[in-house]
DNA sequence: TCTGGGGTCCTAGGACCC
DNA sequence: TCTGGGGTCCTAGGACCC
């Protein structure tokens, strides 16, 4: 999808389209998330700060996500991809593999031949644009290619609303003239060493060779690169595939000084990291705590225990450990708290077990002695967290006089709402107290009648 | 007003085991 | 009388991706 969370905020803001639109983190630390093509011209891209963002684009519309309304449009999507076949890989929300040959036009692409039947990719894809077009009121652009590999470098090149194909056959000369920066897994360091020994390009690479690649950047990534670089790539679509880590993590508006309050963000974000766990029905051997420092070092601390738990007590207890045992003299400017090593099931399965096994074995009981009956265990739940501002920009509103709406900013005790819809006209703008009664969040609205059911 | 959040994969050293 | 060679697990960090 073309810049995908900022496309659907125009789509959902009749005032938003055609002008710049920025999307991310508002708080003093926040970065781009997704910034429309418009803000783009002006310099804005992802990943940068918002605050260089608002220099470079003032006039523009800054918003948080409304990751509902894009996870909405993403099963969209995703729907009309796994009509073209039963592997689809998605990458992120807006993004996604199909391996068309395991689909309904598998037989026909096959019979057209390894080089042939570029009329039928062609019609596939341009079908497929023309339905997220309908159905979702969003533009894509879809590569298409005999790899993962060739895939996704065409569909950078097909951005933003279009499509392109990379015959059989002609990956070499496509790739031969991309910057070495192209190749996906090649960042800013490999880059750097890259360009440290004068390859440039994808065919300066090929060239290379596989045994100079693989000293210059290691076993794995020297041969993955060098692969790539020859065009070569032979890895499947896979679909469903778990995920092997759970983890959450906050930066902070102002530094952590003291202790007990990084103890109890701590404790905060294990709660989070645990009800993630619990609704994927997951649990977790080792607790990793991440701490970035004042002066942005960033360190990881991590313990495994002797089985997985989803329990927040025991997940809560070990991130506090790990926490204890940081240095954080100077400030803490992020926590986190992940949980690996997942196993299937979840502690009500293996309490379950326990107690067959024990009922089995022998009636002795031996009390849990994980912590005696320890510090009594806070409330983390119901902490109203620090963003808890009541109205945030682009938030979804209604009114019960004036209908549905969304916030364009608030201060002051104000919050002022433009009153639109994503099938009607630019709305007029209202400002109201904080506190109005009569105003109200709710739910976002479908960007088109296809998406109304 | 410097630098988000949620992931994946790889490497390297030390402990430990056979 | 002087220290092999593998394998696995754990921990920590780093690069990269969206």
């Known amino acids: 999808m073309d810049a995908f969370f900022a496309a659907v905020e125009q789509a959902a803001k009749p005032s938003l389209r055609g002008k710049p639109v920025v999307v991310g983190g508002l708080g003093g630390r926040g970065v781009v998330s997704t910034a429309s093509y418009e803000a783009r011209k002006f310099g804005v891209h992802s990943a940068m700060p918002m605050a260089q963002a608002r220099r470079l684009c003032p006039n523009a519309a800054f918003l948080s996500g409304r990751f509902g309304a894009y996870r909405q449009v993403s099963e969209t999507v995703m729907g009309l991809l796994r009509e073209l076949s039963p592997l689809v890989e ?14 309904p036009y598998g037989p026909a692409l096959a019979a057209a031949g390894p080089a042939g039947g570029p009329e ?35 569909s950078e090149q097909a951005k933003p609303d279009g499509f392109v194909l990379v015959g059989i056959g002609s990956e070499r000369a496509v790739l031969s ?50 692969q790539m670089s020859i065009g070569f790539d032979s890895r499947p679509v896979v679909p469903d595939r778990d995920a092997k880590s759970v983890s959450v993590e906050d930066t902070f508006e102002v530094d952590l000084a003291d202790r007990d309050r990084i103890l109890h963000e701590v404790d905060v974000l294990a709660a989070r990291c645990v009800a993630r766990l619990h609704a994927a029905g997951r649990s977790g051997r080792t607790v990793v705590l991440k701490v970035r420092r004042f002066d942005f070092s960033t360190l990881t601390r991590s313990e495994t225990l002797r089985a997985p738990t989803d329990d927040a007590a025991v997940i809560s207890e070990t991130a506090r450990r790990l926490a204890l045992a940081v240095n954080t003299t100077g400030g803490v400017r992020l926590l986190g708290v992940g949980v690996s090593q997942l196993a299937d099931f979840s502690q009500e399965d293996l309490f379950a077990q326990l107690v067959h096994e024990e009922e089995a074995a022998e009636p002795e009981h031996e009390p849990e002695s994980e912590s005696g009956p320890g510090p009594v265990e806070e409330p983390v739940e119901p902490v109203v967290p620090v963003a808890a501002r009541r109205w945030w920009p682009g938030q979804d509103v209604t009114h019960t006089q004036l209908g549905p709406g969304w916030v364009q900013g608030s201060g002051v005790g104000r919050v002022t709402v433009r009153f639109e819809t994503p099938g009607g006209e630019v709305g007029r703008v209202r400002t109201f107290a904080v506190d109005d009664p009569e105003l109200q969040p709710s739910e976002p609205l479908p960007l088109t009648e296809w998406l109304r059911q």
Do not use: C, N, Y
């Open 90 to 103: 998605p990458l992120s929300l807006d993004e996604a593999f199909v391996d068309l040959e395991a689909g």
């Open 120 to 154: 039928l990719v062609v019609a596939i894809a341009e079908d497929l644009r023309a339905d997220i077009q309908r159905r979702t009121g969003l533009t894509a652009s879809v590569g298409a290619a005999g790899s993962k590999l060739m895939a996704k470098i065409a």
């Open 177 to 226: 003239r991309m910057p070495v920066r192209a190749l996906p897994g090649v960042g800013p360091a490999t880059e750097q060493v890259l360009h440290r020994v004068g390859l440039m390009t994808v065919a300066d690479l090929a060239e290379a060779g596989e045994g100079e690649l693989v000293q210059l950047l290691g076993k794995a990534h020297g041969a993955g690169v060098h």
